[in-house]
T-cell receptor, first 115, second 115 residues
Framework: AQSVAQPEDQVNVAEGNPLTVKCTYSVSGNPYLFWYVQYPNRGLQFLLKYITGDNLVKGSYGFEAEFNKSQTSFHLKKPSALVSDSALYFCAVRDTSGGSYIPTFGRGTSLIVHP | EAEVAQSPRYKITEKSQAVAFWCDPISGHATLYWYRQILGQGPELLVQFQDESVVDDSQLPKDRFSAERLKGVDSTLKIQPAELGDSAMYLC?????????????FGSGTRLTVV
């Protein structure tokens, strides 16, 4: 079984400060991990993924995420937040064992960047 | 940049009425997904198509929901009769193949309000 948790409903950060949006997962095998961003009344946009290789993954718009197998985490980070980063962020996980190709999405974290 | 097209963007319908949503995936994407996103939650898969065939519809409420992708290209999701609890964002996504390691491309969604 696969599951993902985003422990924070909302994250507030000042513009220019670093941001972190947390994600933890549970899988039976190895995980494929994804981050998506959703702006109001829009679909989800793919930000980045971890499949294998380097634990630090760089994605769109200056975002990056660090895969930590021991802590089963895949936190999303950005060194300097912009007001335009304010949106809903979703973490998703797919278990490579079990045969399902469908990722499970977290509940989402609302990121609010204050000017 | 190629997009997944969805229509309508917004739909208000009375309960017990029929409603239909349309999706046109990215050209060449064999796999198409319909997701439902209830406000404050992550997307949940309703149905997955591989070409014109249903691969997974285990979470589709088949007493009222139906989906088709007759020619393996565009797809229609129908609800009949609509219930108040069906109010949600309905997202269509596509990928080149099942288990795409590159994430899905989502459309902008159809926001359904049942009154």
């Amino acid at each position: 079984a696969q599951s993902v948790a985003q422990p924070e409903d909302q994250v507030n950060v000042a513009e220019g400060n670093p941001l972190t949006v947390k994600c933890t997962y549970s899988v039976s095998g190895n995980p494929y991990l994804f981050w998506y961003v959703q702006y109001p009344n829009r679909g989800l946009q793919f930000l980045l993924k971890y499949i294998t290789g380097d634990n630090l993954v760089k994605g769109s718009y200056g975002f990056e995420a660090e895969f930590n197998k021991s802590q089963t985490s895949f936190h999303l980070k950005k060194p300097s937040a912009l007001v335009s980063d304010s949106a809903l962020y979703f973490c998703a996980v797919r278990d490579t064992s079990g045969g399902s190709y469908i990722p499970t999405f977290g509940r989402g974290t609302s990121l609010i960047v204050h000017p | 940049e190629a997009e997944v097209a969805q229509s309508p963007r917004y739909k208000i319908t009375e309960k017990s009425q029929a409603v239909a949503f349309w999706c046109d995936p990215i050209s060449g994407h064999a796999t198409l997904y319909w997701y439902r996103q209830i406000l404050g939650q992550g997307p949940e898969l309703l149905v997955q198509f591989q070409d014109e065939s249903v691969v997974d519809d285990s979470q589709l409420p088949k007493d009222r929901f139906s989906a088709e992708r007759l020619k393996g290209v565009d797809s229609t999701l129908k609800i009949q009769p609509a219930e108040l609890g069906d109010s949600a964002m309905y997202l269509c996504a596509s990928s080149f193949e099942q288990g795409s390691n590159y994430g899905y491309t989502f459309g902008s969604g159809t926001r359904l309000t049942v009154v």
